[in-house]
């Protein structure tokens, strides 16, 4: 068998494997796209990424596969084998990964992943939605929130966005983001994101992707100093309202939530937000 990465000089003979939203991801440093060949000159048998996530603790890397595509079981173990390997080297300690839950019988992922020492079940997507529609009643929506110091990203230059990314980094906050220090300024959807200012200091950041689908994915919310808390919910209602004034009710907005703390404060400011049923697994490396 023959393992080959997956970049852009070779992406055209594997598109049909990925959505756009995963392949959006193909030039981030800390996204990995692996295809697998019987031999040289070969069909793909199928294809694994992943992306490798920050976590509070800056010495433990979590990784997520984004995708796991094979035309056989064989393949998708020798797949998930090789990710493995990738992952002991780059010093990933746990792993999750969510799917449909299948309604055809003879789809082997959850084998694939159980044979390889992940815990499968069901539950709730980690990734949780909420309409604009929804967030007009939040209660970081109230006026009292409203501050002239948060602006939106495309008021801010490059180095005032730096110092603020600096800012984060330095505090041990990336939120989503392991690659936070080189993604180009143009990642973010320059409208909603914003920024809290002070003493001519960037002290806070809310960072928003907007994805292929048009779908918009919170990736960083971050804020220091002894007004943080406050100061969240400034750019939570800055952002929120740039929502409502520019997008339609139905847009969705996403929220990363794999742990119990995120998960907490989530359901305390959105409590409306939900997920999909999904099937999660999850091991440690």
């Not at 010093?91 to 959850?110: M, N, Q, R």
């Not at 409306?272 to 490396?285: I, L, M, Q, S, Y």
Request: hydrophobic share 35%; aromatic share 10%.
């Amino acid at each position: 068998m023959l393992f080959c990465e997956i970049n852009n000089k070779n992406i055209d003979q594997y598109k049909d494997f990925f959505d756009e939203s995963t392949l959006e991801n193909l030039d981030r440093d800390c996204c990995y796209f692996v295809a697998l060949h019987s031999g040289e000159g070969k069909p793909p048998q199928g294809v694994i990424s992943w992306e490798m996530f920050p976590t509070d603790n800056e010495d433990i890397v979590e990784g997520e596969l984004l995708s796991l595509a094979a035309t056989t079981q064989k393949a998708g173990k020798a797949l998930l084998a090789e990710y493995e390997t990738q992952a002991r080297e780059t010093g990933i300690e746990k792993t999750y990964f969510e799917f449909p839950v299948a309604e055809e019988s003879d789809d082997f992922t959850e084998k694939v992943l159980t044979d390889a020492g992940f815990t499968v079940r069901e539950s709730e997507s980690v990734y949780v939605t909420v309409k604009v529609d929804e967030i007009r009643e939040l209660l970081f929506m109230s006026p009292q929130f409203e501050d002239s110091r948060v602006k939106s990203l495309g008021e801010l230059s490059i180095p005032e966005f730096r110092i603020g990314v600096r800012n984060c980094i330095y505090g041990n906050h990336r939120g989503l983001l392991y690659d936070l220090s080189s993604l180009p300024f143009g990642y973010y959807e320059m409208n909603v994101s914003c920024a809290v200012e002070s003493d001519g200091d960037v002290k806070g950041l809310f960072l928003v992707h907007r994805l292929p689908s048009g779908k918009f994915i919170a990736k960083l919310l971050y804020a220091s100093g002894k007004r943080s808390q406050v100061e969240l919910l400034q750019m939570l209602h800055f952002a929120g309202q740039k929502m409502i004034d520019t997008y339609s009710g139905d847009t969705e907005i996403m929220i990363h939530i794999r742990d119990n703390k995120r998960r907490d404060l989530v359901k305390k400011l959105i409590p409306n937000a939900r997920g999909n049923e999904v099937k999660v697994g999850v091991k440690e490396e």
